[in-house]
């Protein structure tokens, strides 16, 4: 898959696109559902697939106060659009400038001369251009006129249930891992660097290791089942019980990201973790000292690796 930083990077093999826009948080089931239309639409045409999504997220921009938190930083974006075998994902940078321009104008002058787009996939909830007073009906005129087709994708369900970015951060920010990771196609995922924390799991004869994790959404303050990787994400998957949260039982601080590998390992100090959040076994809560802390720690391990070990 080509990355293309920039519309005005288009290169001129991208001469005739078949295109769909969008934020792609999370790389869904709907999101997938969207790249395999555009790769049949493109392959039928003669013409290359291409996702046009924003970076940062646009409202983080035009309203922070009400940006969501992103399910995934945008290289995790960008590898899960490659597993989709799309040819090529645009990330184009989202300014001020480009978030004064009006519907018509983004239509004209990056969708059509940038893009060059023939055929243009979009949400049936799609909405563009300053102050968002773009829609569907808009692009379909506007593309009539310019000579492109559009194309508006009805709303995926699976199990019966609408898959939406909102929807998934919701259950995750509930702490139902395993019920977002559905409508994820894959399990929600925290990826950074092994920092050092205070130590008190190897006082306690269960060492972790602590993650310094980029801005990205993390569930519900808990204990959770996981599977981990060390290295990127073609390393294998470890087994591990992990801990998000303020651990009231020393008086709290600020939340963590603490994994114990069940199978143990060496000094991680440095090392990139990938931890995949699998099932939720129980939320966070404060014990009377450090030895009931460590009765259910170890029977949360015994639960965590049980339930691994039969989901694989």
Known sequence: MDVIQGVDAMPPAYSRTVLTIGNYDGVHLAHRHICGIIKKAASERGARSAVLTFDPHPLSVVAPERCPPLMSTIDEKLARLEEQGIDATIVQPFTPELAAMTAEEFIGNVVHEKVRAEMVFVGFNFRFGKGRKGNTDLLREEGERLGFETRIIEAFHFKGSRVSSSEIRKLLLAGEVAEAAQFLGQYHLIEGPVVRGEGRGRQIGIPTVNIDYPPVLVPANGVYACWVQIGGRKAPRLPAVTNIGHRPTFDGGKITVEAHLLEGGRD???????????????????????????????????????????GR
């Open 268 to 310: 991680l100090y440095g090392e990139n973790l990938r931890v995949e959040f699998v099932s939720r076994l129980r939320e966070e809560r404060k014990f009377s000292g450090p030895e009931a802390l460590v009765a259910q720690i170890r029977q949360d391990i015994d639960t965590g690796r049980a339930l691994l070990q039969a």
